[in-house]
């Protein structure tokens, strides 16, 4: 359990914190280059937003009010898609035109959070055409999959990619239907094209429940695992150390704030290491995110437009 001792620690750390942030400031202020936020104690925290909607830009703009660090720690691009062709019979990745609108502009939706210490995932999700992760057909067709997924992360200069098994409708345009070794031939691709990027999961749809063939468990290739289902508690299956995992889940400005600060208060008791949030908008949601930054860093939200 997170005993008095430990706050009173992390509260101690914090007044440092923000003894840094202040000499940061004097610092700038003298014309020196601003570089990332002081650096937090505490989860990672993950905001998930929806770019048909929002701006990737919404989740630089919460700091700390104790420290000045980052509320969020990586912004999730919601989200690319895993479409299928139906003359070539193969899948490939689709970005669809507002996806495509911050990866074009990825000086300006992307790399400001970048140059805060912000890391920006690429979410991929099914498209209902019956290209999913988990029924590539041959470990190459997993391997060309893969290939496509580390060289828009190149390309683009983001940090990593985050699977996401919904939609899929697995089974349509004549595709096959799940089997054991698709996601786990994916993932070791990726990995290997990609060694020091994110690989995250979101923690539902057959591919979840595939991580283990022939001998691999590929959870060990994961940075992160999260649960998916908002307002919840629920550990994720992937054999990782609790500090990679979130079995918390919010939604922004739906989860209440007494129920986003039980999970959050539940993260730091139990030792977890990572808090999912999703849907971030434009709006001031500082008092709903401050629900959980009091329990997960011991101080208020605060907002700039």
């Known amino acids: 359990m997170f005993t ?11 007044a440092l914190a923000a ?9 700038a202020a003298a014309g020196a280059p601003a570089g990332p936020a002081p650096v937090k104690q505490g989860p990672t925290s993950v905001a998930y937003i929806e770019v048909n909607n929002n701006s990737m830009l919404n989740a630089g703009k919460y700091t700390l009010a104790d420290g000045g660090g980052n509320v969020f720690d990586v912004a999730v691009i919601f989200a690319a898609n895993i479409n299928y062709d139906t003359g ?4 490939y990745l689709h970005f669809n035109e507002n996806v495509q609108r911050v990866l074009d502009n990825v000086a300006t939706q992307v790399r400001p959070l970048q140059q805060k210490g912000i890391k920006v995932l690429l979410s991929v999700l099914g ?4 290209a999913g992760f988990a029924n590539f057909p041959s470990q190459q067709a997993a391997s060309a999959f893969a290939k496509q997924l580390s060289d828009a992360v190149a390309r683009y200069g983001l940090d990593g990619v985050d699977f996401d098994d919904e939609y899929a409708e697995y ?3 004549g595709t096959g239907q799940p089997n ?3 996601f786990v031939h ?15 999961l979101y923690d539902i749809g057959p591919a979840a429940s595939r991580l283990s063939y022939g001998g691999v468990d590929v959870s060990s ?3 992160y695992a999260w649960n998916p289902y908002y307002g919840t508690w629920r550990v994720p299956g992937a054999r990782l150390p609790r500090t990679q995992l979130s079995p918390a889940a919010v939604e922004i400005g739906r989860t209440s704030q007494g129920t986003a600060a039980d999970l959050a208060r539940r993260t730091v008791d139990e030792g977890y290491g990572v808090f999912l949030t999703y849907n971030l908008d434009g709006s001031d949601r500082s008092a709903d995110i401050s629900a959980f930054t009091r329990e997960l860093y011991g101080s208020e939200a605060h907002y700039t437009p």
């Open 4 to 14: 008095p001792v430990r706050r009173r620690a992390r509260r101690a750390t914090l």
């Open 19 to 27: 003894v840094a942030a202040l000499v940061l400031g004097a610092t």
């Open 88 to 91: 070539t019979k193969t899948a």
């Open 127 to 130: 498209n209902h055409q019956g």
């Open 171 to 173: 089974g349509n345009n």
């Open 180 to 182: 054991d070794g698709s």
């Open 186 to 200: 994916l993932v070791t691709a990726l990995r290997a094209n990609m060694p020091d990027k994110i690989i995250s």
């Open 221 to 223: 290739a994961f940075d």
